[in-house]
Nanobody, 127 residues
Framework: QVRLVESGGGSVQAGRSLRLSCAAS????????MGWFRQAPGKDREGVAT????????YYADSVKGRFTISQDNAKNTVYLLMDNLKSEDSAIYFC????????????????????WGQGTQVAVSS
């Protein structure tokens, strides 16, 4: 069983940056998809960014393209989300997820359907 622990959330002013971390432990797939999702009050959970093991495949939601960067340290089984130029609409609970890739779909869909999830970390951006 895999365990995910997110960290790095907090309260910041608009325009500032935060870096989230998600450390995986337990049974970790060699080939895997990892990603970040977020959920704001009253809204559905949405995919923010995903990355495959080799780092050659990434996805970003349109709302964060050019501002957020997902990266990973495979030796540490950790995925990061660097969030620059934060906006008030980025305020949400951010969740990390992991799964093995599926041959018939991409990382985002695989994580939504089959992912194991962390407990989340709160990000609050004030304008």
């Amino acid at each position: 069983q895999v365990r995910l622990v997110e960290s790095g959330g907090g309260s910041v002013q608009a325009g500032r940056s935060l870096r989230l971390s998600c450390a995986a432990s337990g049974y970790i797939y060699v080939n895997r998809c990892m990603g970040w999702f977020r959920q704001a009050p009253g809204k559905d959970r949405e995919g923010v960014a995903t990355i495959s093991t080799g780092g050659d495949s990434t996805y970003y939601a349109d709302s964060v393209k050019g501002r957020f960067t997902i990266s990973q340290d495979n030796a540490k089984n950790t995925v990061y989300l660097l969030m620059d130029n934060l906006k008030s609409e980025d305020s949400a609970i951010y969740f990390c997820a992991i799964t093995r890739p599926r041959s018939d779909t991409g990382c985002l869909d695989s994580l939504v359907r089959f992912g194991a999830w962390g407990q989340g970390t709160q990000v609050a951006v004030s304008s």
